[in-house]
């Protein structure tokens, strides 16, 4: 499949790459220095309609094909990573995942003010000892009257302190394995929803990763998000659609390093002369450039494949495993052509290879993603 953007795909792309490097831009190194979480750029994004791509108008979002949200997010992602990935997650998991499942109710309550960026979503599955296996999560939902109680604790919580509302997964039938999962929204404002620690990471030093604990978390029934038990599906079609943002995310700081070497092999001299002139250079950077494209051209396929209404779970995790790997190498191969320069914080490189590290662990490891792909070739399940 060959990609000829529309205009309306196009103007989007050229708007955020106007902003992103205008302005998301200006402050990515020193957050990455101090931490400090996004909330300005956030802001300014919700005004721009990039905290509701997805989402119809009817609902306040920007009515936005995933085309154009993988373009958007790429813009953002090669400014700074640690805005995209809460861009990234709101969008593709949470709007997506009440759009999909909720309720028209909670599309009027949540949904739009979601969309309208009023607060920001987290998704709550991953816990202290369920990364890769998330059937075997200890959280438990009991029902209470026309409640349910949630106690447990959740881990890697993007955006977790953060986030004004977070959709998180509890076990309402311990003994059903994942048809005994269920789905909740709950709101910052519910009192048995606690932030625990905040992690310090080695990338994306922007984006707020905590435990989140839920103390006898009373939750209206009315905000399950889907039916009892289905709430494994609804989280798996979710991240379908959210390695899809990561694969975006990995070609925007893919792109942002490789521009990076090539400004400093044509600005660099060695031996008299740029080193952009060495063979072995330009091999290097004709390398980053295709592997770079192959990303962008999996990537656009499985957000078109999804915007056709087909099934896209096998698509979406061939473009996450291959663009997460894909700027791994980049990153560390612009790094390279830094030489001791790419080792220090004068240039952005360091921040882009630590930054893209996590690309191949969240949203389903590397080998979860071949574990995905291969059980859907082989039409079985792994033993
Ligand atoms: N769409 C719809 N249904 C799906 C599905 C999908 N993509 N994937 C699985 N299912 C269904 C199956 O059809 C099956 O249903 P039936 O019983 O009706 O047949 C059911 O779900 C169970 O499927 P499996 O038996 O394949 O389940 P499994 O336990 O073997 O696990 C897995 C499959 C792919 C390994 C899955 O557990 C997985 O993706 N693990 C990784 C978890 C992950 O990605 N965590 C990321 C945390 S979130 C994060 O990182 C976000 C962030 O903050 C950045």
Redesign the pocket.
């Known amino acids: 499949m060959s990609f000829k953007l529309t205009d309306e795909q196009l103007m989007i792309q050229s708007m955020v790459r106007e902003f992103s490097r205008k302005v998301v831009a200006e402050t990515a190194a020193e957050r990455d220095k101090t931490k400090e979480f996004p909330a300005d750029n956030l802001k300014k994004m919700a005004e721009l309609g990039l905290l509701g791509m997805m989402v119809p108008f009817d609902y306040e979002g920007s009515d936005s094909d995933t085309v154009g949200y993988v373009l958007a997010l790429s813009e953002i992602a090669y400014s700074c990573a640690s805005t995209a990935?809460v861009m990234?997650?709101h969008n593709s998991?949470v709007c997506e995942s009440i759009l999909n499942f909720g309720t028209e109710d909670q599309k009027q309550h949540y949904l739009k003010d979601l969309a309208m960026g009023k607060y920001i979503g987290?998704?709550a599955?991953?816990e202290p000892e369920a990364?890769?296996?998330?059937?075997s999560q200890q959280t438990t939902a009991v029902k209470d009257g026309d409640h349910y109680i949630i106690n447990g604790t959740k881990r890697?919580?993007?955006?977790g302190k953060n986030s004004g509302l977070v959709i998180v997964t509890a076990k309402t039938d311990p003994e059903a394995?994942?048809?005994g999962i269920s789905t909740f929204i709950v709101t910052r404002d519910n009192p048995g929803l606690v932030v625990g620690n905040t992690e310090d990471k080695m990338g994306l030093r922007a984006s707020d990763?905590t435990d989140l604990h839920l103390e006898d978390c009373r939750v209206p029934a009315a905000d399950m998000l889907g039916k009892e038990g289905e709430g494994?599906?609804i989280?798996?079609?979710g991240?379908?659609g959210?390695?899809i943002g990561?694969a975006a995310q990995s070609l925007g700081v893919a792109q942002a390093a490789f521009d990076a070497a090539v400004k400093y092999a044509k600005q660099r001299d060695q031996f008299g002369q740029k080193i952009s002139k060495f063979q072995g250079l330009r091999w290097i950077i004709a390398d980053m450039a295709t592997e770079i494209e192959a990303a962008r051209q999996l990537t656009l396929s499985a957000a078109a494949m999804k915007d056709s209404k087909k099934?896209f779970?096998t698509q979406?995790s061939m473009a996450k495993l291959y663009a997460s790997e894909m700027v791994n190498r980049v990153t560390a191969k612009a790094l390279q052509m830094h030489g001791g320069y790419g080792f220090t914080k004068d240039y952005p490189v360091e921040r882009f290879y630590r930054d893209a590290r996590?690309f191949t662990?969240?949203?389903?490891?590397s080998e979860?993603q071949r574990?995905?792909i291969s059980?859907n070739i082989l039409k079985d399940?792994?033993t």
């Open positions: 990935v990234s997650v998991i987290a998704f599955l991953t990364g890769s296996d998330p059937v890697f919580i993007t955006t394995r994942h048809k990763t494994f599906k989280v798996m079609k991240l379908d959210g390695r990561i099934r779970t979406a996590v662990i969240y949203e389903g490891t979860i574990v995905v059980n399940k792994r």
